[in-house]
Each structure stands twice: as structure tokens, then as C-alpha cells.
T-cell receptor, first 114, second 113 residues
Framework: NAGVTQTPKFRVLKTGQSMTLLCAQD?????MYWYRQDPGMGLRLIHY???????AKGEVPDGYNVSRLKKQNFLLGLESAAPSQTSVYFC?????????????FGEGSRLTVL | DQQVKQNSPSLSVQEGRISILNCDYT??????FLWYKKYPAEGPTFLIS?????DKNEDGRFTVFLNKSAKHLSLHIVPSQPGDSAVYFC????????????FGKGTTLSVSS
């Protein structure tokens, strides 16, 4: 059971390039999230999804787009990468229901924008 | 404005002693609180949680205390072990409102042997 899998693990981009980070979960979870972690800033929520076909903005959504076409996948896109988007990106998922709060995280994707 | 605050970036403790990590929150709608542990180059992993209807939850060496009136929670680790050295994140959500988890900036715990 893989849990939450992120691809790629590492990527270097030039300013202005585009890319997509893929998150896949095999736990049949309803909710999926993208966070970024920066030194001294903790984990900040970029976008999230409460179910297939839905997306919502988090704390720092600018410069990113997301899609949840399939329940098990949550894609994070950067249309025109900027150096400020250099970060470690974490995907997470959790089951549905008001009493379930635990998030399961992937191992992270380290993105460098030159 | 930060809704979840961990005001101590780092904490150093000797093996066998108690580690106390603190967290404050500002949103009175938060009703579920969690602690996550993160090692370098790994994703965060769930450690312990507490609902707002409780003021204490214990799991082995880990205990979380919640003081709703002060909007404060703390994580106690007793006894501390070198393997506990990691970054600890406090997180909160308003489950009934369906909000996502909001994380603090983290506290780096170093346990020396």
C-alpha cells in the first residue's frame, strides 16, 4: 500500500517555464491538499479539494492551478514559474467525515526555480 | 495574520527529560488540533490529536494538553529520546466548517544523549 505518492521528487526549472506536480493516493480519500514548506514559514496551504471535480484556494494560491479530475489524483500546476516558487511541496490526503482530521502526507517534491 | 503560532523556533532537551512544545491559536472556530512530526527529507507524520471537547489526550510518551480559554495547546514528551529530534508542527482545523488544516511554523526539537 503506497499511501500518497508524489512525482517528481526533484525538479529544476528556469523562470517562466511550466510544470505539473502529480499526487496520487490509493486510500480512496475524499480530501486532498497541496502545501508548500519554506524555511521559517512552516507548511502553507496552496489549494485543496474536497472531492473529485472540486478545488478550492488555500492560504497562498497565487501562481498555482490545480485539478482533481480523478478521485485518486490531485495535480498542481505552475504556468510560469518564478524564483519565489522555489520550495518543497507536499501533497496530503484524508478520508471524509467531520471526525477525521489526520492527514497523510507524501514524501515531498523539491522544486528549484532559477 | 497567523492563525496558528509556534513562537519557539527551537528547543534543546537532554535525553530522559521532559520536552514541552507550545502552540497558540487565534481562531475560536478551531475544534480539532493535531501535532505532526517531520524528519529531514520526509513528509510530516501524524503524532497525536485532541478534540476541543477534551483538555488532555495521552498516547504513550506523548501527551497533548488543550486550554481553550487561553487558546493554547502544548505537547509533552516524557521521557525525551534522541530519536525524537525532529521538527514538530502544530495544526488546527474547524472540522464542522470543513476547513483544511492550518499549520504553525514548527519547532525544531533537539534531544541530546
Amino acid at each position: 500500500n503506497a499511501g500518497v505518492t508524489q512525482t517528481p521528487k526533484f525538479r529544476v526549472l528556469k523562470t517562466g517555464q511550466s510544470m505539473t506536480l502529480l499526487c496520487a493516493q490509493d486510500m480512496n480519500h475524499e480530501y486532498m491538499y497541496w502545501y508548500r514548506q519554506d524555511p521559517g514559514m512552516g507548511l502553507r496551504l496552496i489549494h485543496y479539494s474536497v472531492g473529485e471535480g472540486t478545488t478550492a484556494k488555500g492560504e497562498v494560491p497565487d501562481g498555482y492551478n490545480v485539478s482533481r479530475l480523478k478521485k485518486q489524483n490531485f495535480l498542481l500546476g505552475l504556468e510560469s514559474a518564478a524564483p519565489s516558487q522555489t520550495s518543497v511541496y507536499f501533497c496530503a490526503s484524508r478520508g471524509g467525515g467531520a471526525n477525521t482530521g489526520e492527514l497523510f502526507f507524501g514524501e515531498g517534491s523539491r522544486l528549484t526555480v532559477l | 495574520d497567523q492563525q496558528v503560532k509556534q513562537n519557539s523556533p527551537s528547543l534543546s532537551v537532554q535525553e530522559g527529560r521532559i520536552s514541552i512544545l507550545n502552540c497558540d491559536y487565534t481562531n475560536s472556530m478551531f475544534d480539532y488540533f493535531l501535532w505532526y512530526k517531520k524528519y529531514p527529507a520526509e513528509g510530516p507524520t501524524f503524532l497525536i490529536s485532541i478534540s476541543s471537547i477534551k483538555d488532555k489526550n495521552e498516547d504513550g510518551r506523548f501527551t497533548v494538553f488543550l486550554n481553550k480559554s487561553a487558546k493554547h495547546l502544548s505537547l509533552h514528551i516524557v521521557p525525551s529520546q534522541p530519536g525524537d529530534s525532529a521538527v514538530y508542527f502544530c495544526a488546527a482545523s474547524a472540522r464542522q466548517a470543513g476547513t483544511a488544516l492550518i499549520f504553525g511554523k514548527g519547532t525544531t526539537l533537539s534531544v541530546s544523549s
